[in-house]
Every structure is written in structure tokens, then in C-alpha cells.
Nanobody
Framework: QVQLVESGGGSVQTGGSLRLSCEASGYIHPSFCRGWFRQSPGKEREGVAVIWPHGITELYDDSVEGRFTLSLDKAKNSWYLDMNSLVPDDTAMYYC???????????????????WGQGTQVTVSS
């Protein structure tokens, strides 16, 4: 039984930075992909950054490439999203995720295959 808890969201001005954290409890296979998705009102949840720990292979959405960095703390069973140079289009609810079975679809939204956190809100004002 996996549980994920996000933290670190908040309200910042354009150009600011935030660090989101995802802390996991329960067993997570060390090779299963994990990462971050986000969702704004009226839109489908979309992938932001996903990592396959044994590789290491990482994917970033084009809109955040070069600004966001996904990192992993194996000892603490946690992962993070460092967000820099934030812009209003980054405003969304951010969710951390991990594969339930090893199936992984990169940045595509396939919610039934993943465990999810409850979300943390990021708001960027202009």
C-alpha cells in the first residue's frame, strides 16, 4: 500500500523559484518510474518530469526544459522538483506519481497505472 504526500507549493511572482517534495511510504520497487504531473482548471493532467531510477532516463515537458529539475533521494524514498524562472503558465496543481506495476508511459496521462499524491498548488502571478 503506497502513499505519497506532496509539499512545497505556494504563491510566487514571475521569475521566482519553488522546490516541491514528494515523500513516499509503503514499498516502491526501486526501478519503477516516478515523477511529477500538473493540472490546471479545464485541462487534462499532463506530465512535467518523469525519471526511471535505474538507467538513468529522464523526460521533461518542453515547456519546463531547462527550468525544472527532477531529483531523487533513494535513502529517504523521496523525490523533488526544483522549479526556477517560474511563469504564470506554470500555475497548476502539481501531483507526484509512481508506477504501480512497472508500466510507464512517460509524460502521457494514464492515471490508472500510477499511485498519486493529493496535490500541492503552485500559483505564479505576473
Amino acid at each position: 500500500q503506497v502513499q505519497l504526500v506532496e509539499s512545497g507549493g505556494g504563491s510566487v511572482q514571475t521569475g521566482g523559484s519553488l522546490r516541491l517534495s514528494c515523500e513516499a511510504s509503503g514499498y516502491i520497487h526501486p526501478s519503477f518510474c516516478r515523477g511529477w504531473f500538473r493540472q490546471s482548471p479545464g485541462k487534462e493532467r499532463e506530465g512535467v518530469a518523469v525519471i526511471w531510477p535505474h538507467g538513468i532516463t529522464e523526460l521533461y515537458d518542453d515547456s519546463v526544459e531547462g527550468r525544472f529539475t527532477l531529483s531523487l533521494d533513494k535513502a529517504k524514498n523521496s523525490w523533488y522538483l526544483d522549479m526556477n524562472s517560474l511563469v504564470p503558465d506554470d500555475t497548476a496543481m502539481y501531483y507526484c506519481m509512481v508506477s504501480k506495476t512497472g508500466a510507464c508511459f512517460g509524460l502521457r496521462h494514464r492515471p490508472e497505472y500510477y499511485d498519486w499524491g493529493q496535490g500541492t498548488q503552485v500559483t505564479v502571478s505576473s
